[in-house]
């Protein structure tokens, strides 16, 4: 059974920074996509960020480019979103995902997802 369990969320002033973590179990994903997703309420749901599991190569979407950065553990099969100088727009759930297609942007290319953590960023 495939599992993306995210963690790591929290509540953070405005400038600061977060580590979330996305822990996968249940297959290999050593060729998949793994990306970071995030929803704010009443919003639809946005790309953040991307990686090639097996090259590194990484995405992001413009708004987070130079504040955020995804990694992997390949020891621990874990991916993370290092995100700084957080801003309120920032507020969101945060989703893991994973794909077994190159690298994408488009939420509906995803096939396993996680449960989501929230993160809020005050002012």
């Known amino acids: 059974q495939v599992q993306l369990v995210e963690s790591g969320g929290g509540l953070v002033q405005a400038g600061g920074s977060l580590r979330l973590s996305c822990a996968a179990s249940?297959?290999?994903?050593?060729?998949?996509?793994m990306g970071w997703f995030r929803q704010a309420p009443g919003k639809e749901r946005e790309f953040v960020a991307a990686?090639?599991?097996?090259?590194?190569?990484?995405y992001y979407a413009d708004s987070v480019k130079d504040r955020f950065t995804i990694s992997r553990d390949n020891a621990r099969n874990t991916v993370y979103l290092q995100m700084n100088g957080l801003k309120p727009e920032d507020t969101a759930v945060y989703y893991c995902?994973?794909?077994?297609?190159?690298?994408?942007?488009?939420?509906?290319?995803?096939?396993?997802w996680g449960q989501g953590t929230q993160v809020t960023v005050s002012s």
């Open positions: 995902a994973a794909t077994p297609q190159g690298v994408t942007r488009s939420s509906r290319d995803y096939i396993y």
């Open positions: 990686m090639s599991w097996r090259h590194g190569s990484t």
């Open positions: 249940g297959r290999t994903f050593s060729s998949y996509t």
